[in-house]
C-alpha cells in the first residue's frame, strides 16, 4: 500500500515538474514574463516540497558516501596527525 501511495506522490511531482519544464519552454519562446513567473513558482514547489519524493534514493546515497568518505578522512587526519605511518 505505501509502495502505491509513494508512485502517485512522485508521478504528481513529476507531473508538477514536467508543467515547470513545459511553461519555461513556453516562456523561451514567445517571451511572455507570465510563463516564466508560471515556471520559476512551480519550481520552487519542486525543490521545497518535490526533492524529497522525487529524489529520495539518489538523497541516501549521497548521504551514505558523504558519512564513508568523513570516515576515512577522519582516520586519515587521525593517522598523519599521529605520525604512527611514517614510522617502521
Known amino acids: ?3 502505491n501511495k509513494e508512485n502517485k506522490e512522485k508521478t504528481k511531482w513529476l507531473l508538477v515538474l514536467f508543467l515547470a519544464i513545459i511553461s519555461f519552454l513556453l516562456a523561451f519562446m514567445t517571451q ?3 510563463f516564466n513567473f ?3 513558482i512551480l ?3 519542486v525543490y521545497k516540497y518535490g ?3 522525487l529524489f529520495k534514493e539518489y538523497d541516501d546515497r549521497r ?3 558523504y558519512k564513508e568518505a568523513m570516515e576515512v578522512r577522519n582516520a ?3 593517522a598523519i596527525t599521529s605520525k604512527r605511518i ?3
Do not use: D, E, G
Open 1 to 3: 500500500m505505501t509502495n
Open 32 to 34: 511572455q514574463l507570465i
Open 38 to 40: 508560471i515556471a520559476i
Open 43 to 45: 519550481a520552487i514547489c
Open 51 to 53: 526533492n524529497p519524493i
Open 63 to 65: 548521504k551514505r558516501k
Open 76 to 78: 586519515a587526519q587521525t
Open 86 to 88: 611514517f614510522k617502521k
